[in-house]
């Protein structure tokens, strides 16, 4: 996808990372599994637009290239500047060659291209993401017994259990998700999974209901690494 005249239109690219091997692939939000993101964000959008104002916020620290954004309760994009601060609802479209960083205390967030990104929640002891597409690299500094650090999928909710880095590749038109951890550990869990992952490891999820683990070989590194 990208930004058009402020709304989202389709477009072709390939990624050698995805463990299947169809080449190129849409990347219009289309597949049945982003389902589950299209009805967090909804919900999302709706509870922003009723709720007290915010007790949290990230920045948008850095961006590179065209970076777009969409407040909560609008349906209008603009072009993300840095330093923004980011709430509960924002929505960040990274367009072709383009990349951004989200900062929440001990939390960076770095989105690659062609990723669609929404803050779902984020309070006190709640940073909650919702990747519809894309490359996010997570990296937890810290995690306080009381915090919870998630990213919601088309694919599963991953949830950090130890500090460290993991990455994630969403796929849309049924490409799956690919989560890779490089340090740390986290937590894996959907319809029909429960599963820890550490440092080293990495698996493809395919699937919404129930949602299907592929163990695969760690992915070599490429400019997002």
Not at 13 to 40: E, T
Not at 95 to 112: C, I
Not at 146 to 153: A, G, P, R, S
Request: proline share 5%; aromatic share 6%; glycine share 10%.
């Amino acid at each position: 996808m990208r930004v058009q005249d402020g709304e989202l239109e389709a477009v072709e690219v390939k990624d050698s990372r995805c463990p299947l091997s169809w080449g190129a692939f849409s990347l219009g939000i289309s597949s049945r599994g982003v389902w589950m993101v299209a009805l967090l964000l909804g919900t999302v959008q709706a509870w922003a637009a009723v709720s007290d104002p915010p007790s949290r916020v990230a920045r948008l620290a850095q961006i590179a290239a065209q970076v777009s954004l969409e407040p909560a309760g609008t349906n209008q994009w603009t072009q993300a500047v840095p330093n923004t601060p980011l709430t509960t609802g924002d929505r960040l479209y990274v367009n072709h060659e383009g990349h951004a960083e989200l900062q929440m205390g001990e939390l960076a967030v770095r989105a690659w291209k062609y990723t669609d990104l929404t803050v779902a929640n984020l309070a006190n002891d709640t940073a909650q993401l919702a990747v519809a597409q894309g490359s996010l690299h997570v990296r937890t500094f810290a995690l306080r017994a009381e915090k919870d650090v998630e990213v919601d999928t088309p694919n599963g909710a991953i949830t950090v259990l130890q500090p460290g880095d993991f990455r994630l590749d969403v796929y849309t038109n049924g490409g799956g998700t690919l989560v890779t951890v490089d340090a740390g550990a986290i937590q894996i869990s959907g319809p029909g999974i429960s599963k820890t992952l550490g440092a080293g490891e990495s698996v493809h999820l395919v699937g919404s209901n129930p949602v299907h683990v592929l163990a695969q070989r760690m992915p070599g590194k490429d400019p997002f690494d």
